[in-house]
């Protein structure tokens, strides 16, 4: 039992993926492209790496090949997602499936005919912390759930030609959240009300976004939902989530280097969160690689799927909506089954 | 240089003022009234209470007096305050100072012209987590402020009668978060976006309010704000709050009994918060009370005006509003001085 | 039911004790003494003492005063304890009785003959941290006790001067620990090991006292257990205790001004512990005092004892002499009735 | 720049450092023996070692190796790191070294001829918590170091066979603490008084061990510390250490699974520390080989030397002579020099 896998774009997301892969005995790390590899050569032979190209689909064409992680620029998604599907690999796709409902509905189209495996990159469901609180929800512990509070600050914002090309602050950042509560609540969202705002930098504003965002969401089950968002939280990556319900709460706290506690004449002081995001979240990248590779060896469904992926996208697109019409947005509600 | 007092109302809240006016040495208090009186004698003489009468304007009439309290129901509240300022008693009222703004504008406008001193029972003000918040906001520690939130869960529900003439949860318990958000942020709020649902108990929707709130601020100074409220958190009365700014972030957590954790073999363990609010706030009621006896000996600004409860009670009907209609409300900015 | 009260010293801790006996409604505190009592007038009038005088045998004598609270040096303990407990007088005695092991038996012999009751000012024994630890350990929570852990550190030295006239660390200090570690543990300490040395400032060890220890004791079930003390811990009055058993272990933390955090570019930090012994064990002062005049008037055992106060002389005699000699010292079991 | 490495004992252990061997890109682990090695065929596949012997000498005689790792039972330490020294390859040694002091003086005397590094398997100083902790003193952040705290409790006792057999708590379990001691406060331990018990399982006294342990320590810099032992912490692995000085303290609690703290109506609970010591230790046994390759590459002195390991054995071995006499035991003070 073993999975020969290619990865698409090797960019910092596509080399993460390489190494926890590398700590799976049953995974092969066959193939390896991106647009421009004269500089990768060191960094493949060290990982074993045996191919390298700069044409994805020689990796979709090798019939070694069972899987595929797609981790080039989100819009090349879509159209990499429906050819591989039809090359019979199974996907793993980085979020945001694409900027556009439609074009992710096209695509889960062709995934749902060719019956491979789909897992979409919402990395955060994978953490311990948040993976307790979602089971908590789930064996009744804290009851039937009333309130989620999500507090999700990233510590610097990204470059000005980055934002322009994001899809905006609810399709790049707050859609992590969006998927965060579906999973926590095991609910869809009916309805969702956005303010926004420009506090961090005027020239995000300038380039046609916001920076902090404070949104409202109606789950189908009756509960209600926050969300804020900041794109500059100077002390770190701030990280954290909480339910509460008829029986209880359960509230996850910011991963710091060390839990030292230094107090001195002036201050009791502890560290800051981890400031990066791949080191708050590397247990939650080495889980995801590890869960898709699973579920495909022992035909189980992934535990992010691409219909995940669309009703993610689809709260960030009522969520832009409202902040633009200044009034609630509600949701359709949609058939998982149907919903393609 | 001392101060002679009357207590309007010998309720629970009523009581616990003459306590803590007696733990202050310049204070007097000569004279309780109530509705009914007769079981109050040994309580009066124990308190060292001279007068005893079912009749405020006893109180009101008697020139020794140099400030009343009022803790009489809400309904009575804006009457009270009018006579008060009349007969030239300076006046701590509970709060809400009435169920509508117009009433409350009434009673002000004599408080205006009188030049009595007016505080309302914001309690929470003089409470020393969220003093300590307010004055990292005021020093500029955690920069411009971008977002408030406000946790503020009771540890279980009032009786359905209370609920049905308490003027529902916006105007009888958000309220207090209302006061909250502009005393932290410095800031007007200027419009908010209500979402309510009743997942406590049926009762309580059958009764014509909600048991559970989500509402989001938009301040003055180009802040957002958000509150949650519910009705019953089994794990006791849960009050925290957090501020994030440009230079930073500052929490207030739950008070606990005490700091004791407890390891065993099933569970790491702590306290629960403290349930009962009068032991939650007892410093926060102790404080708000001196400062009120301060403020009248040195001639001082009171920490909680008027016009405070006046804006409190705007932002709870627009609250209200949003809820109804579903839609986001603007609050039109006021100038103190003009407001009344 | 009521009870008069005379105290015997109105230094800090005298004044203190008649704030808080002025708590309890059943309790009339009618006389005052100390050696210099002209400064006293208005602060006696302020507080309604009836009496003041510059000779305690005035109170002794007074037939209306049913108990005493002693707060004179420690040098004129054992004489007033004798006196008043033959003018049968119930008595609170501020900590250590004596500076010896004889005189405090003395004592207790006509106590004991007496039948009045005596109180030893213990006061950390009423401190709800300490308190909640001692039921986890009474009621089998956490198993048989193995390892008992105490740490108190005051927040700078005394003076010179008063570190002469104190009976050194063990005696004035460390005392309180050591009465600690038997009521945590419920068993008599039977061994003691002492390390001493000075850190903080040689005028201390010039004095011919140390300023830091670490002491280990055995106890009677066979348990171990260790004190720190530090006479300067530069960041606050740092008060923990940790109890470790054979089904888990409880530990208190110090206590705080806010519980407020604070996140910066720099640090996250909180408040430091409090500073000041009196902030710190306000709610244990006034536990302890409440509790005699309870122990008097439904005629209970005290606390904590004479008996209490004689052991921890002992402990403290034995581990000067470890400190002296360089080896451990054993003290012999003596019972309680025959004790004295 | 590359080395290659064998590893001499493939139980628990001496897997662990295989691992975390291959995470290094220079390293190449060639070579593993073990007494019984035809269980390991796939697991030494799958790891890609290329040579299993059941011979060490088969490692030692390798003219590619240049690194052995000493994961075989301790009574064969000394001989393997003198074979291994004369034959010119680096080592790493498993903790202790030897069970007597003698014994590993004389190991030592090879390798400082032989001019080999030697790093003992003193896993915990490469811990963060720890880590940090040792920076905070050697940096003058908490100023003179003046009182170390360890607590160190395992989750629960070895079999009796493995206590028969692994030279006491003292020289198995508490010299990890004597290390740590030295490590954090820079100084080297004068003095010991040990108290012991026996209070987990009467079958450990049986075997002629304890397994309940206070120790306190003298250091040739004047401060004071104490360490204390269980063989079972029912809660889990507990271990946790606090310096205290002149300018402040430092302290380091356990690491837990999350940190997911969750109210309900009987309890707010949070995980139990880890309670597995690889897992606690995870990235400490990384960074430990880590830390050794890289002195080997680089010629760079290791973080754990064999005088350390001596210096460690020295103080188990006073601990337990004072716990057999009854008072304390000093120790000669040693120059690293001239140590061997």
């Given at each position: 039992m073993a999975l020969t896998v290619g990865v698409i774009g090797a960019g910092r997301i596509g080399k993460l993926h390489v190494d926890n892969l590398r700590l799976i005995p049953q995974v092969r790390v066959k193939s390896v492209s991106d647009v421009v590899i004269n500089h990768l050569d060191s960094w493949a032979k060290e990982k074993q790496v045996e191919v390298l190209t700069s044409?994805?689909?020689?990796?979709?064409?090798?019939?070694?090949?069972?899987?595929?992680?797609?981790?080039?620029?989100?819009?090349?998604?879509?159209?990499?997602?429906?050819?591989?599907?039809?090359?019979?690999?199974?996907?793993?796709?980085?979020?945001p499936v694409?900027?556009?409902?439609?074009?992710?509905?096209?695509?889960?189209?062709?995934?749902?005919?060719?019956?491979?495996?789909?897992?979409?990159?919402?990395?955060?469901?994978?953490?311990?912390?948040?993976?307790?609180?979602?089971?908590?929800?789930?064996?009744?512990?804290?009851?039937e759930p009333h309130i989620l509070r999500i507090t999700s600050r990233d510590p610097e914002p990204p470059s000005i030609d980055y934002i322009k090309s994001s899809g905006g602050l609810f399709m790049d950042m707050m859609i992590h959240d969006f998927d965060m509560a579906r999973y926590i609540m095991g609910s869809e969202v009916v309805e969702v009300s956005a303010y926004?705002?420009?506090?961090?930098?005027?020239?995000?504003?300038?380039?046609?976004?916001?920076?902090?965002?404070?949104?409202?969401?109606?789950?189908?089950?009756?509960?209600?939902?926050?969300?804020?968002?900041?794109?500059?939280?100077?002390?770190?990556y701030d990280q954290r989530l909480e339910v509460f319900g008829s029986k209880g709460a359960a509230r996850a706290d910011n991963n710091r280097p060390t839990n030292v506690e230094v107090s001195t004449a002036e201050h009791v002081l502890?560290?800051?969160?981890?400031?990066?995001?791949?080191?708050?979240?590397?247990?939650?990248?080495?889980?995801?690689?590890?869960?898709?590779?699973?579920?495909?060896?022992?035909?189980?469904?992934?535990?992010?799927?691409?219909?995940?992926?669309?009703?993610?996208?689809?709260i960030a697109e009522a969520a832009k909506k409202s902040l633009e019409t200044g009034v609630p947005v509600k949701l359709e509600e949609v058939n998982p089954a149907a919903a393609i």
């Open positions: 044409d994805y689909r020689d990796i979709l064409n090798d019939p070694e090949i069972d899987a595929v992680f797609i981790c080039s620029p989100t819009n090349t998604h879509a159209t990499i997602i429906k050819e591989a599907a039809v090359a019979g690999k199974h996907i793993f796709c980085e979020k694409s900027f556009t409902v439609e074009e992710t509905k096209e695509a889960l189209e062709v995934v749902e005919k060719t019956q491979v495996k789909l897992q979409v990159g919402f990395n955060r469901r994978f953490d311990p912390n948040f993976r307790k609180i979602r089971e908590l929800v789930q064996n009744g512990t804290i009851g926004g705002a420009v506090l961090v930098d005027p020239a995000i504003g300038e380039a046609g976004d916001i920076d902090t965002a404070v949104v409202t969401l109606k789950f189908a089950n009756g509960a209600l939902g926050v969300i804020d968002n900041s794109r500059q939280a100077v002390y770190g502890k560290d800051k969160p981890l400031y990066f995001f791949l080191e708050r979240y590397t247990q939650a990248y080495i889980h995801e690689v590890a869960e898709f590779v699973k579920a495909i060896l022992h035909n189980e469904p992934v535990i992010c799927s691409g219909f995940d992926g669309l009703q993610a996208q689809r």
